[in-house]
């Protein structure tokens, strides 16, 4: 294989609109579909990619090691560009090719030999998927503890928050002040620091918002914010894709309210809301089930033997 056709490229903010063409070629329906999720951790990974007109190939670093993710590419082209991106693997970085958060289309459509290659799902990573008519109004018996934990929210601050729509301009200090004071007061243990640089990475993505395309809001409590959320609407697939939601966690009520609030106002078209994963952290994993997903987005590791 010849890859002089293939440019290679460290992930900037300016590479947007170069590369929304590529994300437009298939929809996962999974978070790493969006090519601003791929902004926001691209220091974690240390994102580079490799195109040409038909590809994007994807080249990541996994606990110290290269890897590569899902090409973004037509459906039908995807058997086709998972080998060129193994033959680049092999041929030039000379090692051999894993292949990370694959969704279980791609997955069927590359049908790698489970002779030559490892398949492993990888439940840290599966997104959750919810009905977002149920998010905006917690209708039904499933939601009842999060529409009494919204009542109680409304009682103590009903004559006192505020939804507001947020932009970088205004408010990437405010924002990052909240964030930084949320992170202190969680005191999440995670071995991978992922949350450190899920910060870094918001910060990233406020700070190059004139490239960048999602949106934001906050719930205000006396005139201080106390929710934030970020998230980016697929209209192909009329799906709410939240990629940050974080909240006081001492206001009863406050986290299921932004999340509501924010689909109300920003997103009230989508069918489905997809909030990501939750990187195998217990805590997170307890509270995405209980918001009653009606799927989980499966996705896998593909290793050469």
Sequence with gaps: MNFNDFIKEDLMPSHYDLLLPYFKKRY???????????????????????????????????DGKIGSQTPMCEEDKLAHYFHVTEQYFNQVLGKKMVMYLVDKDALEKIAPDPDKYEI???????????????MMTYSGKAYHKKKNHVNAF????????????????????????????????????????RVDYELNGIDFVLTNCRYLNYKMGGIYIDGQLEAFSLGVYGHAERTAYI??????????????????????????????????????????????????????EEKYEIRQK
């Excluded at 969006?34 to 670093?61: C, G, H, P």
């Excluded at 997104?127 to 977002?132: E, H, P």
Aim: aromatic share 16%; with cysteine; hydrophobic share 35%.
């Design 154 to 193: 409304l009682k103590n601050y009903g004559d006192r928050y505020e939804y507001r729509p947020l932009n970088c301009g205004d408010h990437h200090d405010e924002i990052m002040d909240f964030l930084r004071k949320w992170e202190e007061e969680r005191d999440i243990k995670d071995e991978f620091n």
């Design 120 to 134: 492993i799902a990888d439940r840290r990573y599966y997104d959750y998927v919810y009905d977002a008519k149920k």
């Design 243 to 296: 990629h940050v939601e974080k909240a006081n966690p001492n206001i009863r009520g406050l986290y299921p309210f932004i999340s509501q609030q924010f689909l109300l106002h920003e997103f009230p078209d989508a069918l489905y809301v997809n909030r990501e994963d939750d990187m195998g952290l217990e805590g997170l994993r307890k509270s995405k089930m209980s918001y009653n997903p009606i799927l989980l």
């Design 28 to 62: 996962s329906h999974t978070v790493d579909g969006i090519l601003t999720s791929a902004f926001m951790w691209k220091d974690y990974y240390q994102t580079q990619f490799l195109r040409n007109d038909e590809a994007l190939l994807w080249l990541v670093t996994v």
